[in-house]
Each structure stands twice: as C-alpha cells, then as structure tokens.
C-alpha cells in the first residue's frame, strides 16, 4: 500500500520561514493536499492540488510537489500557526494521509 | 455554507457494531463534483481515511479495513451513514465526515464535521 513519511515535529521562529516535507515513492506524480489540525478542532484544507489555497487560507500558506517529495511552506509564521500539518494524496481512490508533523513555534 | 454533523452513540461494546451518522445541510450530496467520505483520528495519534461515497453510489474503502466496513446514503434525508463491524479497544477513535472536492478526479476534504468521539468498551 502507498505511503506518505513526514517528519514527526518541527519549530520555527516567529516571523520566520518554515516548511514541512512529506515524502512517497513518486509522490509528484500525484497531487497533494495539506491539512492544519489545531488542539481539539477538527482539520481544515490550506492546500489542495499541490498548490492551491482555498478561500480564507492566508497567502503565506504555500506549496510544492516534486519527485518524491511535497513540501508545504509558511512564510511569516505566526503564533497562531502552531499545529498539527498532515499531507494526504490519493492512490486509485483511496485516500492516503502522513503521520502529521507537529509544528512548534517558539 | 455547507455543514457537516456526525451523530451516533459514544460507547460501543467490542466485538459489536459502530453506527454513525453524517447529516448534510447547506448543499446536496446527490453532486457530482463531491465525494463523502469517513475519517477517523485514535486519540493522540494521526488521521486515517476509511473510505468514501459518490452520488452514484459507488464506494471506495481503506483496504485494511474493507472486511468491517460499509458506507450508504439515503439523499431523501441528505445522510451518509458509517458501519464498522466487530470492533475492537483499536477502533476508539474520533470519527470525522468529510466532503472530497472532485469536479474530475478527487482533490482536497474542503470541508469536515466536528466529528465525534467513539470509544470501545465494555
């Protein structure tokens, strides 16, 4: 079965730049999706289709997908953006998710 | 705006079967460009998908849990309904609902309930 690998946790800085990979046997040929779960709320979609934000998702949400890897970034980072970040790509109609990276920002 | 809310009871003996219910308002699940789908989250652990359900009535399962798991519809109440059988202390979990944007093949969950916590126990 397919599989998505990402790092268990990461931190950042205040106003710094982050970015949070999630890897797969040629993950770029398919398209991924990034979540943000924070405590005690349920997921919400800030990336879709490798690149795309849906409405109300900030612009320093981005994201990329090449080779084995997709990479979801955040620019500026803000307190507010501490969470759980769980990438999720799709393998012959069944969904796939990461293990969730923990993001910490000090 | 489209909601999502998942309903059913909060403790299930082991070995007997998980019932939830996921009730649409704001827009119809008889829609080609969505799909509905289940995912359920172990406590302090990450998420994973259980399957979903087209408009047309196809269904799509998690393989490791295909053998316990049956997803329907009724689109005269606008509900997706869950049944997962023989379950196990492993199926404790939160149990979400979950609309897949899919217009030509299935995209992002755009749109989840608040889902509900469901522990097996006797």
């Known amino acids: 079965s397919y599989e998505l690998t990402q790092p268990p946790s990461v931190s950042v800085s205040p106003g710094q730049t982050v970015s949070i990979t999630c890897s797969g046997d040629k993950l770029g040929d398919r398209f991924a999706s990034w979540y943000q779960q924070k405590s005690g709320q349920s997921p919400v979609l800030v990336i879709s289709q490798d690149t795309k934000r849906p409405s109300g998702i900030p612009e320093r949400f981005s994201g990329s997908n090449s080779g084995n890897t997709a990479t979801l970034t955040i620019s500026g980072t803000q307190a507010m953006d501490e969470a759980d970040y769980y990438c999720q790509a799709w393998d012959r109609l069944t969904a796939v998710f990461g293990g969730g990276t923990k993001l910490t920002v000090l | 705006q489209v909601q999502l809310q998942e309903s059913g009871p909060g403790l299930v003996k082991p070995s007997q079967t998980l019932s939830l219910t996921c009730t649409v308002s704001g827009g119809s699940i008889n829609n080609g460009d969505y799909y509905w789908s289940w995912v359920r989250q172990p406590p302090g652990k990450g998420l994973e998908w259980i399957g979903c359900?087209?408009?047309?009535?196809?269904?799509f399962y998690n393989p490791s849990l295909k053998s316990r798991i049956s997803i329907s519809s009724d689109t005269s109440k606008n509900q997706i309904s869950l049944r997962l059988t023989s379950v196990t202390a492993a199926d404790t979990a939160v149990y979400y609902c979950?609309?897949?944007?899919?217009?030509?093949?299935?995209?992002?969950?755009?749109?989840w309930g608040q889902g509900t916590m469901v522990t097996v126990s006797s």
């Open positions: 359900i087209y408009y047309t009535g196809s269904t």
């Open positions: 979950a609309r897949v944007y899919a217009v030509t093949s299935p995209e992002g969950l755009d749109m």
